[in-house]
């Protein structure tokens, strides 16, 4: 299956992930902020690697997606109203882990 997330994003999303596996190593925390398929994608693509994954959604992801992420195993963090305010909040995230 080359777009298992159902979204042409995973092509590149899990090409950017393979690149942080062998960057980082496979205790890489990936984090994003999405509004759906952005995340979806990251979500499939950190579960084949068996990386952990948090994904960032704003207010209003429908029960089947939230399903789809539990399914792949990624971690969800409900965030704002938009999408900027997910992306914000994955940023703080993102800054306050490289800090600690």
Not at 16 to 23: A, C, D
Not at 56 to 78: D, H, M, N, R, W
Not at 83 to 100: G, I, S
Request: hydrophobic share 45%.
């Amino acid at each position: 299956v080359l777009q298992p997330s159902q979204s042409f994003k995973y092509r590149g999303i899990s090409h950017f992930i393979q690149n942080s596996l062998r960057t980082h190593g496979p205790s890489v925390h990936l984090v994003i902020a999405s509004g759906g398929n952005a995340g979806l994608a990251a979500a499939c693509a950190a579960k084949a690697l068996k990386l952990r994954c948090t994904v960032y959604l704003p207010v209003g992801a429908s029960a089947s997606t939230l399903a789809f992420f539990k399914q792949e195993g990624a971690e969800v963090e409900i965030v704002g109203k938009c999408y900027q305010e997910a992306l914000t909040a994955a940023e703080e995230a993102v800054n306050a882990e490289q800090a600690a």
